[in-house]
């Protein structure tokens, strides 16, 4: 579903973008048409631009350190550059191209579950994928879907990777989570005895204390990501009970997130904070830093 509605989009973007080339060019207005082509294929920068000037805003009362002007405009301009691969190219036409890898062989070798976030589908993970098969890695991607249903929703989707990756390896796996699938695997886990059944989880700018921005959006799995909602407080009693018997949890955080602000709320009490100075919401996921302890959990357990 999600893949469709983003081929859809881009195609009406670049459709958008040649019509008005193509226009200009035709009035002898060179400069005009090239000016306008770029300006509509970048809509998101100047949203993006808004999104990190109300979370410099908030962070203003957040313990986390501040970003400073100089890390901002430049985690803008790499989120700038990173997004248009994700969400007009592997999430809407790629995000099959690197299937789920179970191979016969994983029996002993512990698996990666990787869980995105709102508005994402298992394409976003593509960068983490390529080189996890190369050097033989097992691991499974979610899709979480419905795309705009509630974060519940997500819990059996979860169950079913997780025990695809027992089944294969024996092993508990360890999940790694982008924003809302952080929210998404701690559904899961205090569903039962799933605190046992993994061997750590990482979150990547997850809002587990709400976030700021949620306030303007209206579907159901963005409401249960409203600082302090009902949703968020029942989930939070359950914390305890996982932190203190199963999985451990490592939480990455940024004061340049521009999508979870302020930024401690990325953060949960007893977990292994971690924070990723001027770095932004989807290039967090990507940080060599992240990845690389992400190796080093699943190598040490």
């Known amino acids: 579903?999600?893949?469709?509605?983003?081929?859809?989009?881009?195609?009406?973007?670049?459709?958008a973008a040649l019509a008005w080339m193509a226009w200009w060019f035709a009035h002898d207005a060179p400069f005009v048409a090239a000016a306008g082509g770029i300006l509509i294929l970048y809509v998101h920068?100047?949203?993006?631009?808004?999104?990190?000037?109300?979370?410099?805003?908030?962070?203003?009362?957040?313990?986390?350190?501040?970003?400073?002007?100089?890390?901002?405009?430049?985690?803008?301009?790499?989120?700038?550059?990173?997004?248009?691969?994700?969400?007009?190219?592997?999430?809407?036409?790629?995000?099959?191209a690197v299937p789920d890898h179970l191979p016969p062989d994983a029996?002993?070798?512990?698996?990666?579950?990787?869980?995105?976030?709102?508005?994402?589908?298992?394409?976003?993970?593509?960068?983490?994928?390529?080189?996890?098969?190369?050097?033989?890695?097992?691991?499974?991607?979610?899709?979480?879907?419905?795309?705009?249903?509630?974060?519940?929703?997500?819990?059996?989707?979860?169950?079913?990777?997780?025990?695809?990756?027992?089944?294969?390896?024996?092993?508990?796996?360890?999940?790694?989570?982008?924003?809302?699938?952080g929210l998404a695997a701690r559904a899961w886990l205090a569903q039962g005895r799933n605190h046992r059944r993994a061997a750590h989880v990482i979150t990547i700018g997850s809002p587990h204390r709400g976030t700021w921005l949620s306030r303007f959006a209206r579907s159901p799995n963005a409401s249960q990501m409203r600082p302090d909602c009902d949703w968020l407080c029942q989930l939070a009693g359950t914390e305890a009970r996982t932190m203190a018997d199963g999985a451990g949890i490592t939480c990455w955080y940024s004061s340049a997130d521009n999508i979870v602000f302020p930024a401690s709320t990325a953060t949960l009490p007893g977990a292994d904070n971690r924070f990723l100075p001027g770095v932004a919401h989807v290039c967090m996921a990507f940080d060599a830093r992240v990845i690389d302890h992400a190796l080093g959990v699943i190598d040490s357990q």
């Open 1 to 15: 579903m999600l893949a469709r509605m983003q081929q859809l989009t881009t195609f009406l973007l670049i459709a």
């Open 45 to 96: 920068a100047p949203v993006l631009a808004l999104e990190f000037a109300l979370a410099h805003w908030v962070n203003r009362r957040d313990p986390a350190p501040r970003a400073s002007a100089a890390q901002l405009v430049r985690a803008w301009w790499a989120e700038v550059r990173t997004t248009p691969a994700i969400f007009c190219w592997r999430q809407p036409f790629a995000s099959r």
């Open 107 to 181: 029996r002993g070798r512990r698996a990666f579950v990787f869980v995105h976030g709102f508005v994402c589908n298992r394409g976003f993970w593509t960068p983490w994928l390529k080189p996890l098969r190369r050097i033989g890695r097992p691991f499974v991607a979610v899709n979480l879907e419905p795309v705009f249903g509630t974060i519940d929703d997500y819990v059996p989707i979860l169950e079913k990777a997780v025990s695809r990756a027992e089944a294969a390896t024996g092993l508990a796996p360890v999940l790694v989570c982008h924003s809302m699938g």
